[in-house]
């Protein structure tokens, strides 16, 4: 079973990766999303204080038919929220979810999506990122659905070679290049 091998499948998880790396205090290196799983490379920032317009505006985005109830909210509850945005385990549960929702409505189903929680490892390094990245790019070489990384579509390293990665962690900073050029051949070497 390999509902995320469609394209409309794919294309609806990768905008809500987008979606909610945008209110979520994250940075997403990287992506690959594979016929029954996908692979996700984020960085969540240290907890701090975020401003109560902001806070506003990203629960307006979350729960955009709940403006009376927002409205209600008291410091905790703001306080809980402002927390979840810098948890891990909230951003993978509201996409999960949010995916699954929408699955069920198009296909008329019901139940879970996701066969188990997520898997999470700790990357200590920009090393261990990038090789990270590098085995999540290869994904599709290895399961032999294309010669080369890049051919793959729901791949960050797709968007990255045809210049849609605005939204991902500059390849730039990542490969310790001057320039985008230069940083994306690198990157090709190593994959």
């Known amino acids: 079973w390999y509902p995320l091998a469609e394209a409309e499948n794919q294309q609806k998880l990768l905008q809500l990766i987008q979606f909610y790396a945008k209110g979520y205090q994250c940075k997403i290196y990287g992506y690959c999303i594979m016929g029954n799983h996908y692979h996700l490379i984020i960085e969540f920032l240290k907890p701090g204080k975020l401003s109560a317009k902001f806070l506003k505006e990203k629960a307006m985005a979350f729960y955009p038919r709940s403006e009376a109830l927002i409205d209600l909210w008291d410091q905790d509850k703001w306080d809980h929220f402002e927390k979840r945005l810098f948890d891990v385990s909230e951003f993978m549960r509201s996409l999960n979810r949010a995916f699954t929702n929408w699955y069920n409505a198009k296909t008329n189903s019901r139940g879970t999506f996701w066969a ?13 990122v990038q090789e990270c990245m590098l085995y999540v790019d290869l994904n599709p070489v290895r399961a032999s659905l294309v010669d080369h990384p890049e051919d793959y579509v729901g791949s960050s390293c797709h968007l990255r070679l045809v210049g849609k990665d605005k939204w991902l962690v500059n390849i730039n900073s990542l490969m ?9 051949k690198y990157y090709r070497q190593l994959l």
């Open 116 to 128: 188990d929680r997520f898997k999470s490892t700790i990357l200590k390094s920009k090393q261990a």
């Open 176 to 184: 310790r290049c001057d320039n985008r050029k230069e940083a994306l």
